[in-house]
């Protein structure tokens, strides 16, 4: 059964920072994995998806690896900003295409 | 992106009353949708798969009589909370599933209080 942890649960960093929040999958046999961010109250963002062919995405300030052989995906995140304090969660695609979650990093970044 | 909403964004209700939640993908059509159900600081569960024009399946542990899905056309899934009590609030997601890549895409959520 495939379980996802997200390491660690929560992050404080000053603005300007380059940081990386990490994602862990126990079973590699991935159809896909995807980074979202959620905002308090809110719905969920897609920010980046990977197939399990790729290796990285790219968006903007943010960059997203996939090494499945070792059942880990990092989210980088360069130059923070306020605006990017937010939950960050990963989920992991199965063949039925049902995500299996992460708990979800709590993202700070202190102006 | 593919966007999808949500209606309503919140609602409170009486206990023993039915909520109906919809979930609608504006730009493209969706076979496939999902219900999740998130509780304060957890992640997401997800509750039940909806297939356009067939039954629902549902995620173990999830009451399929008192969680009423139908997703009668490609656009439209609505997730019915019958005889709603206390223990049901909770926020309520949807998302769809975006061929090929099959990458899924939320609602912005609805807020369920039930007194």
């Known amino acids: 059964k495939q379980e996802v942890t997200q390491i660690p649960a929560a992050l404080s960093v000053p603005e300007g920072e380059n940081l990386v929040l990490n994602c862990s999958f126990t079973?590699?046999?991935?159809?896909?994995l995807q980074w979202f961010r959620q905002d308090p109250g809110k719905g969920l963002t897609s920010l980046l998806l990977i197939q399990s062919s790729q290796r990285e995405q790219t968006s903007g300030r943010l960059n997203a690896s996939l090494d499945k052989s070792s059942g880990r995906s990092t989210l980088y995140i360069a130059a923070s900003q306020p605006g990017d304090s937010a939950t960050y969660l990963c989920a992991a695609s199965d063949s039925n295409y049902q995500l299996i979650w992460g708990a979800g990093t709590k993202l700070i970044i202190k102006p | 992106g593919a966007v999808v909403s949500q209606h309503p964004s919140w609602v409170i209700c009486k206990s023993g009353t039915s909520v109906k939640i919809e979930c609608r993908s504006l730009d493209f059509q969706a076979t496939t949708m999902f219900w999740y159900r998130q509780f304060p600081k957890q992640s997401l569960m997800l509750m039940a798969t909806?297939?356009?024009?067939?039954?629902?399946?549902?995620e173990q542990g999830v009451e399929k009589d008192k969680f009423l899905i139908n997703h009668a056309s490609l656009t439209l899934s609505t997730l019915t909370v019958t005889s709603a009590h206390p223990e049901d609030s909770s926020f309520y997601i949807c998302?769809?599933?975006?061929?090929?890549?099959?990458?899924?895409?939320f609602g912005p959520g609805t807020r369920l209080t039930v007194l």
């Open positions: 079973d590699s046999a991935i159809y896909n």
């Open positions: 998302s769809a599933r975006v061929s090929p890549l099959n990458e899924q895409f």
């Open positions: 909806s297939n356009e024009g067939s039954k629902a399946t549902y």
